[in-house]
């Protein structure tokens, strides 16, 4: 898909999330790491954004009816298990950002969300058996509409 209506910073962003998707998803180590790097080095306040919306929008799809504590275990457990480089630490923060919770503010130990992230997606895509695209789209027309709404 092109990404050529975005601006420069979200355009990046879709570029480089979508190739450590398909790194992570076709199993491809040195595409993976050229891709997380290149996602690495964006801004990780509007990459955290847009990764959380594809997540939330991801787990909202796979779990109609409402996410349990049970769904978040096996959601955990199957990345860990098809993902070998994903940190069940790491995906615990991603997904509980994403829902909105926020871990403990005293709890300093960093999340490399530009590398563990793509690892999540590419697994809840796969349980979702959809295309990163259509998401990414939905995430960035969200946050656009959110920045737009004026505030009372």
């Known amino acids: 898909m092109s990404w050529a209506h975005l601006p420069v910073p979200a355009r990046a962003i879709a570029v480089s999330a979508a190739a450590a998707v398909e790194a992570a998803r076709s ?6 790491e050229e891709a997380t790097t290149q996602l690495a080095a964006l ?10 919306a594809v997540v939330r929008a991801l787990l909202e799809d796979l779990h ?5 504590g049970d769904d978040v275990h096996a959601v955990l457990v199957r990345c860990a298990r098809t993902q070998p480089r994903a940190d069940p630490q790491a995906l615990l923060i991603l997904l509980s950002g994403a829902l909105g919770v926020h871990p403990d503010a005293e709890d300093t130990r960093p999340v490399d969300a530009a590398r563990q992230a793509p690892l ?15 998401y990414l789209s939905a995430a960035f027309a969200e946050i656009a509409r959110a920045e737009t709404i004026e505030l009372p």
């Open 120 to 134: 999540l997606l590419a697994d809840l895509l796969g349980a979702a058996d959809a295309p990163l695209a259509g």
């Open 43 to 52: 801004d990780p306040q509007q990459v955290g954004l847009v990764l959380g």
């Open 27 to 32: 199993a491809d180590p040195a595409g993976y």
């Open 64 to 68: 109609p009816d409402g996410l349990s």
